[in-house]
């Protein structure tokens, strides 16, 4: 589904690249729901991303970082699977995926970890000092008193 921002530009300024960012994010989701997912706010700046991948191991997984878009990927080798076994039912995927988050601006992917079939994604945005609030001290001028004369009516 692609978003028309055209009405918008004519009221902003400077936001051309959140617009882009946007229309990109409907790209990167395949719409298969697979693998599930969670993202969770531990606080104000700690994330965890939470991917379900049973079956993969730590060989078959892949963690990319590339212009604030993080990439989890998987494929499981074609030797994985024991040719004396006959599976009567699948109901584990074993297929091959791609997920893309688009991070925002000063986050930092800090670990990952394989535990129990979850892949955990730990986040952090880090913002700069210069981006940080900060109290702008009020200067205001004295007071001054005009003097004159009031014109006679």
Not at 97 to 123: P, T
């Amino acid at each position: 589904m692609r978003f028309d921002f055209s009405p918008l530009f004519r009221s902003t300024v400077g936001f051309d690249r959140l617009f882009d960012m946007l229309d990109q994010v409907s790209q990167y989701d395949s719409g298969n729901g697979y693998p599930p997912y969670n993202i969770e706010r531990a606080d104000e700046n700690h994330y965890r991303i939470t991917v379900a991948v049973a079956g993969f191991a730590e060989k078959d997984l892949n963690v990319e970082l590339h212009d604030g878009v993080l990439t989890i990927s998987g494929k499981r080798e074609e030797g994985d699977k024991s040719e004396s076994t006959n599976v009567l039912y699948q109901g584990i995927a074993g297929r091959a995926f791609e997920r893309r988050f688009q991070l925002a601006d000063h986050v930092e992917v800090k670990a990952a970890k394989l535990e129990n079939g979850l892949l955990h994604v730990e986040l952090e945005q880090i913002v700069p000092e210069e981006k940080k609030p900060r109290r702008i001290s009020i200067n205001a001028p004295e007071l001054k008193t005009i003097e004159g004369r009031a014109k006679a009516a």
